[in-house]
């Protein structure tokens, strides 16, 4: 619970990040964002995201010591490993930000710009710059190399680890409550990683931003709504 507290309170700081300006825009009928709140919201969004991604890597963890060293589960699991934990993650999705605020704050723009999204989406801000920003574009893939890569890599290895623990228990009931324990969490993770990989998936292949607009509502909107669906069904 104190894993899924946190992600809940990153979840209302995700939506929070994007879902105001939207409405507020959609009620004035004004599309318009200063560059200060552009940057602001491109390092915010990029934080919770990242947080997201890192909580959900370290839940995986939490469920493989559950299920495949569940005596040693209260030993390896204590407290200060929890926070440890937590609190690395935000320092890493911090600096992380940070980086890719300063690397679009060094990039110069036209005067008047329109971005073809309802957010300041990190991509579509990049693609307006008058500069160039190959480095940009370097500092993007490796860090999604990395840090996306990553926590995807740490999942599955963890889950490859529960299935086959889970298949060498012998009674249906251990195997149905061994199951039951990752179930919501294999739930969220799905949504986040199909949802966010859809999006630049989808961008990718028609090069529309509309299409992109659309498929971002999927992780920024849809997503986060669902994951405290699936943990009350589960409780």
Same mark, same amino acid.
């Given at each position: 619970?104190?894993?899924? $507290?946190?992600?809940?309170? /990153?979840?209302?700081?995700?939506?929070?990040?994007?879902?105001?300006?939207?409405?507020?825009?959609?009620?004035?009928?004004?599309?318009?964002?200063?560059?200060?709140?552009?940057?602001?919201?491109?390092? @915010?969004?990029?934080? @919770?995201?990242?947080?997201?991604?890192?909580?959900?890597?370290?839940?995986?963890?939490?469920?493989?010591?559950?299920?495949?060293?569940?005596?040693?589960?209260?030993?390896?699991?204590?407290?200060?490993?929890?926070?440890?934990?937590?609190?690395?993650?935000?320092?890493?999705?911090?600096?992380?930000?940070?980086?890719?605020?300063?690397?679009?704050?060094?990039?110069?723009?036209?005067?008047?710009?329109?971005?073809?999204?309802?957010? $300041?989406?990190?991509?579509?801000?990049?693609?307006?710059?008058?500069?160039?920003?190959?480095?940009?574009?370097?500092?993007?893939?490796?860090?999604?190399?990395?840090?996306?890569?990553?926590?995807?890599?740490?999942?599955?290895?963890?889950?490859?680890?529960?299935?086959?623990?889970?298949?060498?228990?012998?009674?249906?009931?251990?195997?149905?409550?061994?199951?039951?324990? $990752?179930?919501?969490?294999?739930?969220? /993770?799905?949504?986040?990683?199909?949802?966010?990989?859809?999006?630049?998936?989808?961008?990718?292949?028609?090069?529309?931003?509309?299409?992109?607009?659309?498929?971002?509502?999927?992780?920024?909107?849809?997503?986060?709504?669902?994951?405290?669906?699936?943990?009350?069904?589960?409780?």
């Amino acid at each position: 619970y104190f894993f899924l $507290c946190n992600l809940s309170f /990153v979840d209302i700081c995700f939506t929070s990040t994007t879902i105001p300006k939207m409405l507020a825009s959609i009620q004035t009928l004004s599309h318009v964002i200063a560059y200060e709140d552009c940057i602001t919201q491109v390092y @915010f969004f990029v934080l @919770f995201v990242g947080l997201d991604d890192f909580l959900l890597t370290v839940m995986a963890y939490d469920r493989f010591v559950a299920i495949c060293h569940p005596l040693h589960y209260t030993v390896i699991m204590n407290p200060q490993l929890c926070a440890l934990l937590v609190l690395a993650s935000w320092i890493t999705s911090a600096l992380y930000s940070l980086l890719q605020s300063l690397m679009v704050l060094r990039l110069s723009f036209c005067a008047d710009l329109e971005i073809p999204h309802f957010f $300041c989406e990190l991509n579509q801000v990049i693609q307006l710059a008058c500069s160039d920003t190959f480095s940009n574009n370097v500092v993007i893939y490796v860090s999604a190399l990395l840090l996306a890569g990553g926590p995807l890599a740490g999942i599955l290895c963890s889950y490859s680890k529960i299935i086959s623990s889970i298949r060498g228990m012998s009674s249906a009931q251990g195997k149905h409550k061994a199951f039951s324990t $990752c179930a919501s969490h294999l739930s969220v /993770v799905s949504l986040f990683y199909c949802t966010s990989l859809g999006v630049y998936l989808s961008s990718a292949a028609t090069h529309s931003s509309q299409s992109s607009a659309v498929a971002s509502v999927m992780y920024t909107v849809v997503t986060p709504m669902l994951n405290p669906l699936i943990y009350t069904l589960r409780n």
